[in-house]
């Protein structure tokens, strides 16, 4: 049977870059001790929960096409992190009559005694998304109330101290902030403002 890797990293920092290189390699070592044929990769740089992925779009593409029998993903939630989408591809595969096995061992559609469990990890994973989501909600309302910035490039004529709160800096730039709201109270056009350090 023909099988292909689907990889998918959140980001495209460096440290996601060794994950990479190892799922690549988990999936090559995998398709050998299945004896399958490999039939190639297709690789995101996105979050599990966008449904719009270059990689997964050419991914279902092919698998409406039957280009292929097996789809292998490290685990369900680098294919998908909410259970509309799962499902999705679920159902893309059936009606092409090509499997999806994850390297977890959790789904494997060439085995019936795992059929019933798909429904359940995409459930989960779904939750495990909410859930960090909202954690990261909940760290940034924390850190807004003491006064924290959260960005990484500050507003003009700010900088960053180093226990991460805004400080006006001690340069020209303030002068030049108040002169636009100056001009901005005098009813001055946004191209008259933006003009107006040139004359």
Not at 171 to 184: A, N, Q, R, S
């Amino acid at each position: 049977m023909k099988a292909v890797g689907y990889i998918r990293v959140s980001t495209d920092k460096a440290e996601q870059e060794g994950s990479l290189d190892n799922q690549n390699t988990l999936f090559i070592q995998y398709i050998k001790e299945r004896c399958f044929e490999f039939s190639g990769f297709y690789v995101d740089v996105e979050s599990g929960t966008k449904v719009n992925r270059d990689g997964l779009n050419n991914l279902l593409k092919d698998t409406d096409d039957k280009k292929f029998d097996v789809i292998i993903s490290k685990e369900l939630s680098r294919l998908a992190r909410n259970a509309e989408l799962a499902y999705k591809i679920k159902r893309i595969s059936e009606n092409s009559n090509i499997h999806i096995i994850t390297l977890d061992g959790q789904v494997d559609t060439t085995d019936m005694s795992k059929q019933n469990m798909f429904g359940l990890y995409a459930w989960m994973y779904e939750q495990e998304s909410a859930r960090i989501s909202s954690r990261i909600k909940s760290v940034f309302r924390s850190k807004m109330k003491e006064g924290k910035f959260l960005g990484s490039i500050p507003p003009y004529a700010y900088r960053i101290t180093e226990d991460k709160s805004l400080e006006i800096r001690d340069d020209y730039t303030p002068l030049i902030v108040k002169e636009i709201y100056e001009l901005f109270h005098k009813e001055q056009s946004f191209g008259g403002i933006a003009s107006h350090p040139n004359k």
